[in-house]
């Protein structure tokens, strides 16, 4: 989870310029301002980072950063080492 | 003997006068956003609209005789087209096709004339087959005509998803034989389709699947549907992959590229498609900020506007991407054409009507 949370952090504040302060596991799309091509963008990236597949039509609005993680951690066929050591 | 390379030698365009910037379009159809917020969810500030009484057809033929003109003016004397492709989603009959009324109207009679669909990604498609017909020797001087009339024919202009996005307007190129280090040189290309996808963006009804009169349909029905958020993503992948694909059939790599121009549908997916592919920014050209969404005559105008502009070098090594409905897209690879680009206005003087 951490790992995962890390790396779309750091996604969200390189790429899409998103306030860190913003970024919480609590934080819904819509609190990060993402409009909805911005959200597609993230999902494809994240779908390229960690070759997953997550369907946008399934995660509304409303759809938390940790509910994100765990959707893509459930296709994930092994985990990442945690590198953020927590 | 060598197969002769296709050179492109002649670049017109022709834009309806009518200039509608985000403003006046909200306020004209009572759409439910405002300039700034279509500005930066598109990249588009305006759009050229043709007027009811101004069809493809009369867009089609002005860029197509500017075209030629600008052909003459870099070959010093007349080149006449042997064939004429017309890459439209917006033909002015859903029967008979429209390119042998243009040819007609350009004075080009008796040569073999159609109409290509492949929604925006149609001028990469009919520029595919014209380069083949030359490299084969069939034809040697193909004109390739990219117009469409989306705001007067496909789009519900109440409908915010696609009102905003779309332009009327045509580009238009000559080809000739010549060898494949010449500027304007067309060198590789890929072309792809997903079928099982044609929902993402079509018009559902007035086909022969759901005819005029079908029980159940509504005039909604009659304009283009898009699922924007669906439709983005696939654009990015499929151009990008087929970018990928052109250039490694040019045995170029993304650095070797200096000029890029995508079709003009989002400046969004342009932005996402050159960071994938790792072209910067200062080498993508396009025109979308002012003439927004032209379909199948989307690259042909931003080639035309790169070109006036002096913003790429005759001869520098450029990649042509281009996505549509179909789904459909392609890339293509080129030499940036030396001849200088002409414009026309439509006008529909000469159009003598269509007899039965």
Known sequence: ?86 | MPMPAAVLCGLGSSLPKRVVPNSRLVEENGLATDSEWILRRTGIAARHMADPRTSTGDLATAAGRAALDSARNLAGSPLVPDILLLATTTPDHRCPATAPEVAHRMGLEAVPALDVNAACAGFLYALTLAKGLVTAGLYTHPLVIGAETYTTALVDPHDRDTAILFGDGAGAILLRPGTASQPGALLAEDLGTDGSRTGLVRVPAGGSRTPFGSPGTTRKDFYLVMNGKAVYAQAVRRITASALAALDRTRWSADDVEAFVSHQANQRIIDDVAGRLGVPAARCHGNLRHVGNTAAASIPLALADAAERNLVRPGARTLLGGFGAGLAWGAHTLHFPEARPLTRSPHHADHQGAAP
């Open chain 1, 1 to 86: 989870m951490n790992h995962h949370f890390a790396h779309l952090s750091s996604r969200l504040t390189e790429k899409f310029d998103i306030d860190p302060g913003l970024i919480r596991p609590e934080a819904t799309l819509a609190d990060l301002g993402l409009d909805s091509l911005a959200f597609v963008e993230l999902l494809m990236t994240l779908q390229d980072d960690w070759d997953v597949d997550l369907d946008e039509s399934e995660m509304p609005p409303q759809t938390t950063l940790a509910e994100l993680v765990a959707a893509a951690r459930t296709q994930s066929v092994t985990e990442a080492p945690d590198t953020a050591g927590t």
